[in-house]
């Protein structure tokens, strides 16, 4: 299929903002349940995008970034609800490295842990490493769906403005 193509059915896909609406509040809801972008089934990761940025009134900012935070929330209780023992069989590893990957946590060294830092250039660089919250999640979201688009215009390739 060629981009001209796909491009004429990605703009066919919710002609109306009624129906672009709906689909952004599946896309909430879907995110709030703790799901990433990329596993939405009515729509890929450029689709999405494409919407986003043609219907940015149809695809408020804050709802995206509630629903991060909301999503970030039901991973938290998960581990919340096994570290206390109520969850059956919870594996604190998975847990560990989806929210590593999910959230951007990370192990702290016993510097990091106890603070004990040599100089404000150490600490700076050790800065850029803390947890996202979900605004930044949220964020980084948007980054996402807009980044493709940066580069086909910046390779001189369709832009889908």
């Known amino acids: 299929m060629d981009?001209?193509?796909?491009?004429?059915?990605?703009e066919?896909?919710?002609?109306?903002?009624d129906l672009r609406r709906k689909m952004f509040a599946a896309l909430c809801t879907h995110i709030a349940a703790g799901f990433s972008l990329?596993?939405?089934?009515?729509?890929?990761?450029?689709?999405?995008?494409?919407y986003a940025e043609q219907f940015?009134?149809?695809?408020?900012?804050?709802?995206?970034?509630?629903?991060a935070r909301r999503g970030l929330l039901e991973?938290?209780?998960?581990?919340?609800?096994?570290?206390?023992g109520d969850l059956a069989k919870f594996n604190a590893s998975a847990w560990a490295f989806n929210m590593k990957n999910r959230a951007g946590w990370r192990d702290r060294s016993e510097v990091e842990?106890?603070?004990?830092?040599?100089?404000?250039?150490?600490?700076?660089?050790?800065?850029?490493?803390?947890?996202?919250?979900?605004?930044?999640?949220?964020?980084g979201v948007?980054?996402?769906?807009?980044?493709e688009?940066?580069?086909?215009?910046e390779d001189g390739g369709p832009a889908t403005q």
């Open 38 to 50: 990329e596993s939405f089934p009515d729509a890929d990761r450029k689709t999405i995008r494409y």
């Open 149 to 153: 688009n940066s580069r086909n215009d």
């Open 113 to 139: 842990a106890w603070n004990v830092l040599s100089s404000p250039e150490e600490m700076s660089r050790i800065e850029k490493f803390k947890p996202r919250g979900a605004e930044e999640i949220a964020l």
């Open 56 to 67: 940015p009134e149809d695809f408020p900012r804050e709802r995206l970034e509630e629903a």
């Open 75 to 84: 991973w938290e209780k998960i581990g919340k609800d096994g570290a206390r």
């Open 12 to 17: 066919a896909m919710w002609p109306t903002a």
């Open 142 to 147: 948007i980054a996402l769906l807009t980044r």
């Open 3 to 10: 981009e001209v193509q796909r491009d004429a059915e990605t």
